[in-house]
């Protein structure tokens, strides 16, 4: 009936009658396509179809051969050049086979839930800070909706916070094996307060388990600056819930109020102290697979940044775009300051840029060209490209 052939890098392909087989001639007839057959006819759809699968085949092979390869640590220069070669989404999948893959997802979940512990008090202070002022009697109803609401906000916050805090205990006790248990426990053990950290956990299976934390909000001020916190009685607080004996001895020390904006301001100084000591000894032990899978990553990560680079700088110099015009996006005041000392259009002066915008040395030998030439530097010599 007809044939499609496809040519430069992928595979040849035909799609034939069923019922006649091509002949010799037809097997090797030069490229041509049938204009009797439409993009969206049975037949364009049928080896659309083939094509998908068999470049799906295509890329499962490549990225098994590499995952096989990953297995021996550290990963040689020709697997990671074939691990380079894989989209995006095939070298992530390819990782995740790599013997340092789980170390540094564990580590990583350390440090993602460490910001979100901090993001979560920052929102906490801010939702306090929203309850409403004292007013006049004319307006308690608005104020007594307001403060429903930021009610509402200053639990779902809460709740954030003290889970938090929980899943990074939690999360870091995965990463006892790289520094030594016995060093883990004795650094946790001066680091907190047992009674707060008791008193803070405590909280957390209150809320989670049992009910919300109703407060009583105070504005306080100290040398002419006023603060809002959140507050909860020391009696509402045994009435809701159950404390052990180590948070309640804690709670004894506090009075008749147990303020929880100071209680997790001084209980977060205590997390970013010993995570700051737990994060520095773990890296200084990393285990070689770990090492070999954060070496690997970030040869993806150039290698991809280069392709994608090269490919925005060859659509903008379609564009006819300047360049010049686009750096006070990129640069600071100080460095474009400096820019103007430099020869316009020398490469002295787009090295500078280079250099100030590409924090993760992603720009090699050949990406450099292609910027210099983007930046129409007159000494590329155009050819050599």
Same mark, same amino acid.
């Given at each position: 009936?007809?044939?499609? #052939?496809y040519?430069?890098?992928?595979?040849?392909?035909?799609?034939?009658?069923?019922?006649?087989?091509?002949?010799?001639?037809?097997?090797?007839?030069?490229?041509?396509?049938?204009?009797?057959?439409?993009?969206?006819?049975?037949?364009?759809?049928?080896?659309?179809?083939?094509?998908?699968?068999?470049?799906?085949?295509?890329?499962?092979?490549?990225?098994?051969?590499? &995952?096989?390869?990953?297995?021996?640590?550290?990963?040689?220069?020709?697997?990671?050049?074939?691990?380079?070669?894989l989209?995006?989404?095939?070298?992530?999948?390819?990782?995740?086979k790599?013997?340092?893959?789980?170390?540094?997802?564990?580590?990583? *979940?350390?440090?993602?839930?460490?910001?979100?512990?901090?993001?979560?008090?920052?929102?906490?202070?801010?939702a306090?800070?929203?309850?409403?002022d004292?007013?006049?009697?004319?307006?308690?109803?608005?104020?007594?909706?307001?403060?429903?609401?930021?009610?509402?906000?200053?639990?779902?916050?809460?709740?954030?916070?003290?889970?938090?805090?929980?899943?990074?205990?939690d999360?870091?006790?995965?990463?006892?094996?790289? &520094?030594?248990?016995?060093?883990?426990?004795?650094?946790?053990?001066?680091?907190?307060?047992?009674?707060?950290? /008791?008193? &803070?956990?405590g909280?957390?299976?209150l809320?989670?388990?049992?009910?919300?934390?109703?407060?009583?909000?105070?504005?306080r001020?100290?040398?002419?600056?006023?603060?809002?916190?959140?507050?909860?009685?020391?009696?509402?607080?045994?009435?809701?819930?159950?404390?052990?004996?180590? /948070?309640?001895?804690?709670?004894? #020390?506090?009075?008749?109020?147990?303020?929880?904006?100071?209680?997790?301001?001084?209980?977060?100084?205590?997390?970013?102290?010993?995570?700051?000591?737990?994060?520095a000894?773990?890296?200084?032990h990393l285990?070689?697979?770990?090492?070999?899978?954060?070496?690997c990553?970030?040869?993806?990560?150039?290698?991809?940044?280069?392709?994608?680079?090269?490919?925005? &700088?060859?659509?903008?110099?379609? /564009?006819?775009?300047?360049?010049?015009?686009?750096?006070p996006?990129?640069?600071?005041?100080e460095?474009?300051?400096?820019?103007?000392?430099l020869?316009?259009? *020398?490469?002295?002066?787009?090295?500078?840029?280079?250099?100030?915008?590409?924090?993760?040395?992603?720009c090699?030998?050949?990406?450099? #060209?292609?910027?210099?030439?983007?930046?129409?530097? *007159?000494?590329?010599?155009?050819? *050599?490209?």
């Amino acid at each position: 009936m007809f044939l499609i #052939r496809y040519c430069s890098n992928l595979p040849k392909v035909w799609l034939i009658c069923r019922d006649k087989p091509p002949t010799r001639s037809q097997q090797f007839a030069a490229p041509r396509y049938d204009h009797r057959m439409g993009w969206t006819s049975p037949e364009a759809r049928e080896l659309f179809r083939w094509f998908v699968k068999h470049e799906a085949e295509r890329r499962n092979r490549n990225r098994e051969k590499v &995952i096989e390869a990953l297995h021996q640590v550290p990963v040689s220069q020709k697997t990671l050049k074939a691990l380079e070669a894989l989209s995006s989404e095939d070298a992530d999948r390819a990782l995740r086979k790599h013997p340092g893959y789980v170390g540094h997802r564990k580590i990583e *979940s350390v440090r993602t839930m460490l910001e979100l512990f901090r993001r979560a008090l920052t929102d906490l202070d801010q939702a306090i800070a929203e309850f409403p002022d004292l007013g006049g009697p004319d307006k308690r109803i608005v104020r007594e909706q307001l403060e429903q609401a930021v009610s509402v906000k200053v639990n779902k916050e809460l709740f954030a916070a003290l889970g938090g805090a929980k899943t990074l205990l939690d999360y870091s006790r995965r990463l006892k094996e790289l &520094i030594g248990t016995d060093l883990f426990e004795s650094r946790l053990k001066l680091a907190f307060e047992p009674g707060e950290h /008791a008193l &803070i956990m405590g909280l957390r299976n209150l809320l989670l388990h049992e009910v919300h934390l109703r407060a009583n909000w105070q504005v306080r001020w100290h040398a002419g600056t006023k603060t809002k916190h959140f507050v909860i009685q020391r009696e509402d607080l045994l009435a809701d819930g159950k404390l052990n004996n180590v /948070a309640l001895q804690y709670l004894d #020390r506090l009075g008749t109020a147990c303020d929880i904006t100071v209680l997790l301001r001084g209980y977060a100084e205590k997390v970013d102290q010993f995570y700051m000591w737990l994060l520095a000894e773990v890296e200084a032990h990393l285990p070689l697979e770990v090492e070999d899978y954060k070496a690997c990553r970030k040869a993806i990560r150039r290698q991809h940044g280069r392709l994608s680079y090269e490919i925005i &700088i060859g659509l903008w110099t379609q /564009a006819g775009a300047d360049p010049y015009q686009h750096l006070p996006k990129h640069l600071a005041s100080e460095q474009l300051e400096h820019l103007k000392t430099l020869p316009h259009r *020398s490469p002295q002066q787009v090295d500078y840029i280079i250099a100030c915008i590409d924090k993760e040395g992603i720009c090699d030998d050949h990406l450099r #060209r292609v910027v210099h030439k983007f930046f129409k530097v *007159s000494s590329v010599d155009d050819a *050599s490209d």
